[in-house]
Structure formats: C-alpha cells, structure tokens
C-alpha cells in the first residue's frame, strides 16, 4: 500500500494550490442573481450613535440594520451581548454598523463608503494601563496558586521584580473573511465560510434568523489560512451574509477586503506583566508572583480561554514550588481580540523566560544552565494547576538541541566577537518548551466522522476539521488508509459540512489530528470489522484468519492462503447486504477542568520543545537578523513527517514576526492605522533564519493513546520563536556591559532595539 500513517505524502491540494487550481469560496460560480454585500463601520471607538443614512443609488437592494434581523442580534461565541449591528453605542473604530447589499460589489462598497454616520464621542479606554487603572475588565480576574508564594518570597535569599509587554498580531490569512449564502426551501439556507468552527457559523446564523439549527448548513472545502482568526470571527461574517440572503431570497457573498478585514476583526491579545520572583544562589526558582493583564478589546469573545491558557502556561518547562499568576480581560475600546495560533500560551511562556534571563544575569551565569536546572523533573512533577508532567522528553530534547547547535563553540565565539565588534553586536539563547494539548474546555474534546465504502473499494471520508492548509485531510485519509491497508488515492476527503457530521468542535487547539484522525480511526474500524465478520463467513473461515494488507485481503485457513482485493471484498459486501457507511466518535479520554479553582487535568499530553537562536542586532540603526536556528520538536511518532516540518517551519516564522515586527499601531482616537501590508509587515522569505535547522524528536511515541502514537504540532513550534525574543536581549546587553538587565518590549522593532540599548547603556557607570 502506499500512504498510510508515518510516511511523508503530499499535501493533497499542493497541486491545485500552486497551479491555482484549488477552488475558494471567491473562486465558485455565482448562480443568476446573486447579490453582493458590504459592511457599514464606526469611524470612531466609542460613543453613542446618532444618525445612520446609507444612499440609495442604483443598484442598491437593501440596507441591513439591527431592526432588521428576525431573530437575536448576538453574534457572540461566549456569553452574550456581542451584536452584529451596534444599536444605539459603538464600542471600536470599525464596529459593524450595517450591510449594504446590491447587485454589485462596486455598488454595495461604493454605498457603504458614502454612509452618512453621527456619532456623540465619548472617552475610551485605549490600552492596558488605563483599563487596569479603571477596574475596566470584561471578566472577573483568574488567579492560579499553588503553595504560599509570600512567605516564600519573604525567605528567598534572592529577588526581583520587573515589568514588560508584548504587542498583538494580525493574522493575514492569505484569503480574507468571507461567506457566501444561498437560500433554499422552507427557509433553508447553505452558507460556504471561511471559517474553521462550521457549527460555530451555524449556530450563529440560526440564532440571528431565528430558527432552529437543523435549517442551515455550513459548508468549507478549504480555508486560505486562518490561524485561529476564523475561529469566531467567521462567524459573524457568515451571519451578516446569511441575514442578508434571508432578507432578499437571493444568493448573498460577502468579502471583506484586506483594510475591512484588519479593521474589524479581532487580534492575538496583547498582554502587560509585572512579575516578582524569588530564587536561591545557584538560580534556582523559588518563588513566582504575576501579573498577566490581557487586552480583551470590547467584547468577550475568547478572552476567557485565552486568558486560562496563558495562566497554565506561564510556569512554562519549570518546577515552580510557590506560584501565584493573576489574569486580568482588560476591556478597552478596541476590535474584540480573539484565538491566534498558541491561543495565550505564547504570551504565558514569556513571563518565566524574561525571569531566568535577568536571574542568571544577577548571579553571573550562562541562562541555558539556569533554565535546565529549573526543569520539571522526569519523576511526574505536578504543575501548579495539579496535572503531572509525564513522558517529560525535555532533557533529552535539550541535549539534542545543544549539541546540534553547538551552543558550548559559538557561546564563547559570541563573546568574543561582542568584545571587538562596537556597532554590530550577536546574541545567542536557547528557549525549552511545555505545551498542553487539549481544548481546555473539556466538552470541546469530541469529535465524528463519516466513511463510506463504495461498492467499487473506492471510500469517501468526512470529517468535522476543517482543511486551512495545515494538512488535515491528508493526515486523516491516512489514517483511513492505513485502518484498510489501502493506496490513499483510494480515499477522497470530502467538504466539511454540518449536515454530514454535526456538532463540530473548532480546527484550533492543535486537536485536529488527534480528535478526527481517531472519529475517522473510529467509523473506519467499524467498517472494518463488518467486512471481516463478512469474509470469515462467506470463505469459511474464522475472524482472526482473515488480514488485509497491500489493497489485498488475505483469508488463511489452514491448507490454503485465498487472496482478493480490497475491491472485490467491497463487492461481495454490497452483494451481501453489509452496510458499508458508518460514523465514528472519539472523546478525549483523561481530561477535566475546574475552571473556578483552576485545577484539574486541562490537557491530554504535553509536547515538548526546545530552539536556540542567533541573532545580529545594528546599534546604530537597530535593525536585527536571526541569523541561525536549530530546532527540534516532539511530534510523537509523526503521522506525516513532511506536513510536520512544514508546519513547524512555518509556525517558527509565525512566532518571530509575532515578537520582532509585526506591530499594530491605533491612533489616540482608536482607529487602526497599520491596516495593510503597506503599513503591517508580515516576515518575508529574507527574514527567514538564513541556517534553518529543523528535526523532529526520534523515538519518542507519545504514551498516551494518541492516534498512532502521534502528537500535535499545530501551535508549539510558534513558542520556539521565543528564543528569537531573548537572543535578541542577548545582544542588546552585549551593547554594555553585559550584565545589566534588558527591557525588550515586543514586537521588538528597530526603535524598540534602539530604546533598549540607551536604557542599557545609560545605566552603565561613568
């Protein structure tokens, strides 16, 4: 057979994807009729609303309010109050106001541009200090402790305290949001979405239409890139369409171009600290107190899972005996931040790798033999929500990736070329990873599948994940592939759809492969089984003689050894009477949450991690360039290598840029100015590591029962571009004198380089 699990396969739209041949939803052919929208947005962030006229010229078939939507006006995936249209307040520069909808594109954003929009200012909230400062906060604060973390500061014979941020990210998926909606019978409606949570954009447009779910589909064959944006933002989208199409009983697309699309849709939460930390004279952690203030934006959206996963994921790789980390949602006026690749653990690793950079700095000692000995232990340390650390591949990984790197060597080449370099400087760190995977809500740990055998041996899987590029339905057809013991071009994933497989979970968290590959293991077996039980009686044989391998399936009574294919079984099943279709089910085993003490067991497993980067930083213009990376990564016992570097490749680059120069920047009346690839800049194939060493953890199947001893590897490569972040410290403090603590605000652009380095060197003695 040829594509089963463990084998590196093509991307199964790589073609189609490089010859432009691979079908978005702006791409489908438009039935007679259809209609185009537009959104109305606030041009300022808060306020109460006046006066909305929209001109009617030609072309124009409606103009869509909150009067004018049946059911419910909220789109909100958490809680409640998140309207499509605002009703009397706005809340952020470019809040949905209305839809315009007509015959054209040009026609419909023509209309939406020329909106007529009063609006009584009021102050607004624009960042995190102010929010914190007005007890201005779209959650209760979470706090997650273990032990007494004051009376073991007290006794510390070291300590420090600090205070730094990161900055947001936009997701620039290459396809914008968009929907396109088409009314069918009895109020039926179909929506093709961009989205990767299909019942999310179910539910959402149900409840906006008022009727039951069973009256819309969603339907995604593939996403161009989504990034965790597509999560919850899509969804709205899809509503504003589908009210639409509801409203004229046409065909109703809406797009978002790129400045729209920046606008109004929600970020990776930026985040403030403020951290002390206790700690021994060989550097040892004894004590950490922080303070994680997120900016939620206006709404809640996923802020609260966000928030809970940065928490559990500040304690990072190390054993932290006393521990207090305190989230605050700060509520500001700006876009409503959402899921981005990581989901709040990268900006919960961060606070312990500042710490053991200053801590090693204070006692004189290299930071990679301070991190390695704060490391969770292999004897199943407890983390300090109370889950254990098993199948700890953490020190293995970190000897790997010291001797790949050959840390020892260009540490001391480093030094040296600092001590006679005055404007260009190189920095050198090394970054360990924990992750948890799991949804850390434990009702979203479920999945089904749906597989039907034809009677040709030919099979058609469906899913509830979605395919955004990351190589889904490739790993699950293998999955499938390898149950049967069949050429994968046997297998022919099939679009997402909520009327084949319903109540989907999102394609987030990392849990793709892990929750369809095993719905999907699930269906197949089933099948499986069916056709053995078949085989045995049809050639007289007992079960257990009965063996498919090589698109063959082998009946070895004693005395004889029969073979047919995979095909002719299929046959004979359908003359037979077998039912050939089945879903399958798979649910998280392990896991549970409370979410009001922060303790229990939020994730399945953990993947492990560790990267070491150099950099080169300009001190005259502050401009940087990470030079080397050398990577390696627990995947488990992959279930396709080549998707796997790929992915890991790609999310490492996600990271750097998140840390080094994607800024968003909003003016002092709120409104996002970095609305474009002109003004917003994404990395490019220069910025890239020119070394880039990429491996994949040898030997290491996962413990648990993952499927075929897989591990995610979605979201944890993005956290190994935190060595990026503290190599980048690195140099800047090799600007002074190399001892003195650096401030490296992130993203860390030129200027914020440049700020460092005067703070460095102006605390130098003279």
Not at 360 to 389: C, H, I, M, W
């Amino acid at each position: 057979m040829k594509g089963g699990v463990h084998t590196s396969q093509r991307h199964d739209s790589a073609l189609k994807h490089v010859t432009g041949q691979a079908v978005y939803i702006d791409d489908m052919p438009e039935p007679a009729g259809t209609l185009h929208a537009a959104l109305v947005l606030s041009p300022v962030a808060h306020g109460r609303l006046k006066k909305l006229d929209v001109p009617r010229g030609q072309g124009i078939v409606a103009v869509l309010g909150p009067g004018d939507i049946p059911g419910k006006n909220d789109v909100a995936a958490v809680g409640t109050d998140e309207p499509l249209f605002a009703f009397d307040r706005v809340s952020y520069a470019g809040q949905p106001l209305a839809l315009v909808v007509a015959t054209t594109l040009d026609a419909a954003r023509h209309a939406a541009e020329r909106a007529t929009i009063e609006i009584d200012e009021e102050p607004a909230i624009l960042d995190i200090e102010t929010a914190l400062a007005a007890k201005a906060y779209v959650q209760a604060p979470q706090t997650l402790l273990r032990g007494d973390p004051d009376a073991a500061m007290k006794s510390a014979p070291h300590k420090l305290s600090a205070e730094f941020s990161v900055g947001g990210q936009e997701h620039f998926y290459l396809e914008g949001q968009i929907a396109f909606a088409l009314p069918g019978e009895d109020g039926d409606i179909v929506v093709h979405s961009s989205t990767q949570h299909p019942t999310e954009v179910q539910h959402i447009c149900a409840r906006l239409l008022g009727c039951d779910f069973n009256r819309v589909t969603t339907m995604v064959r593939r996403l161009g890139g989504g990034f965790g944006g597509k999560e919850s933002n899509a969804s709205w989208v899809a509503g504003a369409a589908a009210l639409a199409a509801n409203h004229t009983g046409k065909p109703v697309k809406l797009r978002l171009p790129r400045e729209i699309d920046m606008i109004a849709t929600g970020k990776r939460h930026p985040f403030l600290y403020r951290y002390t930390v206790g700690f021994d004279g060989d550097g040892r952690v004894l004590a950490l107190d922080a303070m994680l203030a997120a900016d939620a934006g206006w709404s809640l959206d996923l802020t609260p899972g966000v928030v809970a996963r940065a928490l559990t994921h500040t304690d990072n790789a190390y054993w932290i005996p006393h521990f207090r980390a305190v989230g605050y949602a700060c509520k500001t006026h700006k876009q409503s931040n959402t899921a981005f690749r990581g989901f709040g653990g990268p900006q919960g690793v961060v606070v312990m790798e500042d710490a053991l950079d200053r801590i090693a700095l204070q006692l004189g000692r290299d930071p990679s033999e301070v991190r390695a000995l704060n490391f969770y232990s292999d004897t199943g340390d407890e983390t300090p929500y109370g889950q254990k650390v098993d199948e700890n591949h953490l020190p293995r990984i970190w000897a790997e990736v010291k001797r790949d790197s050959d840390y020892t060597r260009r540490r001391a080449e480093i030094d040296a070329f600092n001590k006679t370099s005055p404007m260009l400087k190189r920095g050198l760190a090394l970054f360990p990873l924990k992750f948890g995977i799991s949804f850390n809500i434990p009702h979203m740990n479920q999945a089904g599948a749906l597989v039907h055998i034809y009677s040709d041996g030919s099979i058609r899987l469906n899913h509830g994940g979605t395919e955004m590029g990351q190589g889904l339905f490739i790993k699950v057809a293998q999955v499938v592939a390898e149950v049967f013991k069949v050429d994968i071009d046997r297998i022919r994933p099939s679009a997402t759809s909520t009327a084949e497989v319903p109540n989907t979970s999102p394609t987030a968290a990392s849990t793709g492969s892990d929750l369809n590959g095993w719905a999907a293991y699930a269906a197949a077996d089933t099948l499986k089984q069916r056709m053995i039980a078949f085989a045995a009686q049809h050639f007289g044989a007992a079960e257990s003689e009965i063996e498919f391998a090589d698109n063959t399936v082998r009946i070895a009574k004693p005395g004889s050894n029969q073979v047919v294919s995979f095909n002719e079984l299929a046959k004979l099943c359908y003359l037979g009477r077998v039912p050939l279709s089945s879903t399958g089910y798979y649910k998280t085993p392990k896991i549970h949450w409370d979410g009001a003490k922060m303790k229990g067991r939020p994730f399945f497993y953990f993947a492990f991690g560790a990267a070491a980067v150099e950099v080169a930083i300009d001190a005259l213009s502050g401009e940087s360039r990470v030079l080397r990376a050398d990577l390696v990564q627990d995947c488990g016992t992959s279930l396709n290598p080549a998707i796997d570097l790929g992915q890991i490749e790609g999310a490492f680059v996600q990271g750097q840029g998140w840390l080094t120069c994607e800024e968003l920047w909003w003016d002092k009346q709120g409104r996002l100015k970095t609305a474009g690839p002109s003004t917003y800049k994404i990395p490019g194939s220069r910025d890239a590591p020119a070394i880039f060493n990429v491996k994949m953890l040898d030997n290491a199947p996962s413990k648990e029962a993952t499927i075929f001893r897989s591990k995610a590897v979605g979201e944890p490569p993005l956290m190994l571009a935190t060595a990026v972040w503290t190599a980048l410290k690195d140099a800047i403090a090799a600007t002074g004198d190399g001892k003195t603590p650096v401030r490296l605000d992130a993203p860390a652009t030129p200027e914020r380089i440049l700020a460092a380095i005067e703070t460095v060197q102006t605390r130098l003695p003279r």
